[in-house]
């Protein structure tokens, strides 16, 4: 592969590498656990939650798609179910960040005395025990088939989202490794949440009116 299609390829996949970021960012376990970590235990620790992650995400994102290719060269038809698959899961990932918005403020407990090793292999553990990233690997395939129409797509948007997710909770560790700092983050929880809920609402109703 040249560096042309290597080009074309990833802004193919930026659409969807977006609505990854997004849904990946918001406040969960995975970005809750790096800040509580790096608050309590240090930026060290928080970073080696980053590296955990990042690598995290490139392994399940690689099974997922290359998984999902495999079946969509066997049952072609399967892809005029994924717009309606997408928007259902838009739906209920909206229902669940709108809950959050509304609940009360959020605090984190910072995690005392963690070690960089163990802190690794806690937000390995959290990350794939995390049902939410299932759920937004597969709104991810239902909403932009691109990304596992090919090998090719597949590895290379599972190195980007890594690299994301490994950059973004390294900013995490540094800039909310203080307890000023997270509760300013804290502050912002429930207006991220809303308006995610509702930009999800309004993009799930798209969807459904271009399959009428």
């Known amino acids: 592969m040249n560096m042309l299609e290597l080009n074309l390829s990833v802004i ?4 969807a590498l977006g609505f990854f970021i997004i849904n990946v960012f918001i406040p969960g376990p995975n970005v809750l656990n790096t800040i509580a970590t790096s608050m309590g235990s240090g930026r060290i620790s928080g970073i080696a939650c980053a ?5 995290g995400v490139i392994l399940l994102s690689l099974i997922s798609l290359l998984g999902a290719a495999a079946i969509f060269y066997k049952i072609p038809i399967i892809y005029k179910s994924l ?4 928007g259902v899961l838009l739906i209920y990932f909206a ?6 918005a509304l609940k009360s403020e959020h605090r984190i407990i910072a995690l005392q005395g963690v070690s960089s ?6 937000a390995f553990l959290v990350l794939i025990t995390n049902p939410k990233m299932m759920t937004t690997f597969l709104a991810v395939i239902s909403l932009f ?3 596992a129409s090919n090998i090719q797509n597949a590895f290379i948007f599972s190195l ?5 997710s490994f950059t973004g909770h390294v900013i995490f560790a540094t800039i909310f490794s203080t307890t000023l700092a997270s509760e300013v983050y804290m502050k912002l929880y429930r207006p991220i ?7 999800f609402i309004i993009y799930a109703i798209r969807l459904f009116l271009s399959i009428l």
């Open 51 to 55: 590296i955990a992650t990042g690598l």
């Open 193 to 199: 949440n809303g308006f995610v809920g509702i930009f």
């Open 160 to 164: 980007i989202a890594g690299l994301c």
């Open 12 to 15: 193919y996949l930026v659409p």
């Open 145 to 147: 088939p691109i990304v």
């Open 83 to 86: 717009t309606f698959i997408g």
């Open 95 to 100: 229902k669940r960040y709108i809950q959050k």
């Open 117 to 122: 090793k163990f802190a690794f292999r806690q």
